[in-house]
């Protein structure tokens, strides 16, 4: 089945810190991978997608497909990254395009 | 600047209601989604519609009807509202064609501001 997991619910990490948020995936054939991200009081919104290759607000994901993984890593944690984070596959499922999302991790960023 | 409106931030109903949440998009996005957000379950495909009357059933669709008149408009009907329909509720759309046999890369949702429904 195609599946989006995000095996931490709650992630707590200091300022400074380096953080990475796990997303692992399984899906039979090539996925688009995403991160969205839903700051305080504000909208969920795309922060990054693998094929942009690109670094947003300092974070970067890779996608790994031996280890079937789309971790979303920063070197340098900052306060204002505090946020849930939603890892997403597009794909092909049941015969229709469709985005699968996966559980959420909270991210907070401890001063 | 605002370009996916849900009409309604706040709702309380009881249960057995009938409620409506409406979406309106000025972006002139063929794909629209209804999806709920749950703590722990993530996001989760209620139904969507990738054109004008079309629609198309998501992960959890029971309970739900949706009705897609106008291209920039999608509601969504809970018959009989039940207290496990408590939740958020996100609407969502997208420029890239989505659906039966069309695929193309971008694939990138502009959410709402969500409705949170407190059924009672």
């Known amino acids: 089945a195609q599946r989006v997991t995000q095996p931490e619910k709650l992630l707590s990490v200091f300022k400074g810190a380096p953080v990475e948020l796990k997303c692992n995936y399984s899906y039979s054939g090539s996925p688009e991978l995403f991160w969205y991200v839903q700051y305080s009081r504000q909208r969920l919104q795309l922060l990054l997608r693998?094929?942009s290759r690109e670094s947003i607000k300092g974070f970067t994901a890779d996608l790994n497909k031996g280890e079937t993984s789309f971790h979303l890593k920063k070197p340098f944690a900052q306060e204002e990254d505090s946020a849930m984070y939603y890892c997403a596959l597009s794909g092909r499922i049941q015969g229709a395009q469709k985005l699968v999302f996966g559980q959420g991790t909270r991210l907070t960023i401890n001063p | 600047d605002v370009k996916v409106t849900q009409s309604s931030r706040y709702l309380v109903k009881r249960t057995g209601e009938k409620v409506f949440l409406e979406c309106v998009q000025d972006?002139?996005?063929?794909?629209m989604f209804w999806y709920r957000q749950d703590p722990g379950l993530g996001l989760r495909l209620i139904y969507f519609?990738?054109?004008?009357?079309m629609k198309e059933k998501g992960d959890i669709p029971e309970g739900y009807s949706v009705s897609r008149e106008k291209k920039e408009r999608f509601s969504l009907i809970l018959e009989s509202a039940s207290t496990n329909q408590t939740s958020m509720y996100l609407c969502?759309?997208?420029?890239?064609?989505w659906g039966q046999g069309v695929y193309s890369g971008a694939n990138v949702l502009t959410f709402g501001a969500g409705s949170r429904l407190t059924v009672l």
């Open positions: 693998h094929i």
């Open positions: 972006m002139d996005h063929e794909n």
């Open positions: 969502a759309s997208s420029l890239i064609r």
């Open positions: 519609s990738y054109d004008v009357k």
